[in-house]
């Protein structure tokens, strides 16, 4: 897979290094709270319940629902024009429901971002996590269609 | 409660505009200037009484170089509000409290906007690697502020029962308004419902006439105390109530990660500016909602409190946004979807023109005049009245 020209996170990110390492592992892991146990994702350095700086890293389950989605079509950067209309879903987890990661739906950790019909997405259906690795230090969490699922 | 000490001390007395376009060949420092000075003469005030100067910080031309360019006066006030199109009222709303705490007696708000420019657009600036909190979103391919809304759109179609129909009400509401308005870029374009629903996708379920144009130009106010507004040539527009609102755990634009996405920055300003006001929801004849896309109009109809939470998009229905016979007139110089782009700034100086008597879309004696800024990010309002 080709990534000239898509916009890849910063894997060294302070706040957000472990969350792109545990990918690199494909695990998926959310952060918490070392003192109190809160979870809070997009990851910060501070709880916003107890004050505390103190940081752990909780891995979940990588299961979760489609808790909303869109389809963007051009006018867009060439990279993502090249594979419009493609899909963005929001995932609600279901370890956690408070916790919500955008991604995709594809078919599988090499799927293509408009591999799955739009028309066939649907708020609530169940989805699981794929990682897929495009560069040494870049894995996105991705999601698909549980085998034998209730999805499509 | 008694009444807030802030109301009705302040007033807009000049407006100005420079043409809406695109391409123009006006830096956005001078469309600035072309603005301001519109608006000085359209109040009867001179440059070298103007002493406060509020602006969006993502302005290009700066207090410095404005005061330099017009031959203002020393200043001895002056502020920039953040997050783009939520910062219009704001900077009026600053503007106001300055002039009312005497921090400076003549203050000037302003936007000018080039959307050709490559800093108008800082989605389309790629950088190598993504910092901050759009890693959480963009390397997903949500890339635009329109991506980021249709996310929150399917979410409230799906929670809501809001459909295609609720969005084509606002699209064609604006575009009626602007039909009469000779300043509007989209003036001598109609637009049928039969065109909405056929336009051209731009990130589902969002099309085309979803979103708001793409405008280069500029508007400029002129806010002082409501003493001196009372010898100046125009009806004063009198700044009856301000307010900001930045949710807790609000994040900007992608704001899916808190507890309730759907309860946006307008349920946090909008029953603070009602607490600060002698009128109610129901006592606004009109509206200026702050609509970069449509789906902002039923979400900030539900947030200022014209109807209950999720009957936002029913609410739209049997033309209630359409001047003259709507239930609320809303965006009637036709907004940033049919008028100009200009982060929302047209809105403040319609409203002036409502409580004026001068709209082209005018309602009979507005007693007042909501004005929102940007609802998805941190937001301002701002509510006129005669």
């Known amino acids: ?152 | 409660m008694g009444r807030d000490p802030f109301q009705d001390r302040t007033a807009i007395v000049g407006i100005g505009q420079t043409p809406f376009g695109k391409g123009l060949a006006d830096s956005e420092l001078a469309l600035a200037c072309r603005a301001i000075a519109a608006a000085l003469d359209d109040a009867g005030v001179r440059p070298n009484e103007v002493d406060g100067l509020v602006c969006f910080s993502m302005e290009d031309g700066r207090e410095v170089e404005v005061a330099r360019n017009l031959g203002l006066g020393d200043i001895t006030f002056f502020t920039q509000v953040g997050y783009g199109g939520g910062a219009g009222c704001a900077t009026v709303g600053h503007a106001a409290l300055a002039v009312a705490t005497g921090r400076c007696d003549v203050a000037v708000a302003w936007r000018a906007r080039k959307r050709a420019a490559r800093t108008s657009r800082p989605w389309s600036q790629v950088s190598e690697r993504i910092r901050g909190h759009w890693q959480w979103s963009r390397p997903f391919g949500v890339l635009r502020p329109v991506d980021e809304i249709a996310l929150l759109t399917r979410r409230y179609m799906h929670t809501y029962g809001a459909t295609r129909d609720h969005l084509a009400n606002v699209a064609l509401a604006f575009r009626k308004h602007a039909n009469r308005n000779p300043a509007a870029t989209m003036h001598d374009r109609p637009l049928t419902r039969e065109e909405y629903l056929a336009a051209r996708w731009i990130s589902e379920p969002l099309c085309l006439f979803d979103n708001c144009l793409e405008t280069d130009g500029a508007l400029a106010v002129v806010v002082t105390t409501a003493e001196r507004a009372a010898d100046l040539r125009h009806r004063p527009a009198y700044v009856h109530a301000y307010a900001q609102g930045l949710p807790r755990q609000h994040q900007v634009m992608t704001n899916y990660f808190c507890d309730d996405p759907l309860l946006g920055p307008s349920w946090v300003a909008g029953p603070k500016l009602w607490s600060r006001s002698e009128f109610r929801p129901a006592d606004v004849p009109v509206a200026q909602l702050y609509d970069a896309f449509s789906p902002l109009i039923p979400l900030s109809l539900e947030g200022y409190g014209f109807c209950g939470r999720g009957e936002g998009a029913a609410f739209t229905e049997d033309g209630a946004l359409e001047w003259p016979d709507g239930r609320l007139p809303t965006n009637t110089s036709g907004g940033g979807m049919s008028e100009a782009y200009v982060h929302g700034f047209n809105l403040v100086t319609e409203a002036v023109r409502q409580i004026r008597g001068t709209s082209t879309c005018q309602v009979p004696d507005a007693a007042c005049c909501l004005v929102t800024s940007g609802e998805g990010v941190p937001t301002s309002a701002l509510l006129l009245r005669r």
């Open chain 1, 1 to 152: 897979m080709t990534v000239e020209g898509w916009l890849l996170p910063d894997t060294e990110d302070p706040d957000a290094a472990e969350f792109w390492a545990a990918c690199r592992e494909r695990r998926l892991v959310v952060q918490g709270c070392a003192d109190c146990g809160a979870r809070r994702m997009p990851p910060r350095p501070m709880c916003p319940r107890c004050r505390s700086l103190a940081v752990r890293w909780d891995e979940v389950s990588g299961r979760g629902r489609i808790w909303s989605f869109c389809v963007p079509h051009p006018p867009l950067l060439p990279a993502y024009a090249a594979v419009a209309p493609y899909n963005a879903v929001i995932v609600e987890l279901e370890d956690d429901p408070a916790i919500r990661l955008v991604g995709n739906l594809v078919t599988g950790p090499d799927g293509a971002l408009n591999g799955v019909d739009p028309a066939s997405i649907r708020i609530g259906e169940p989805v699981e996590v794929v990682f897929c690795r495009l560069t040494d230090d870049v894995t996105l969490p991705r999601w698909r269609r549980p085998a034998g699922g209730a999805g499509g």
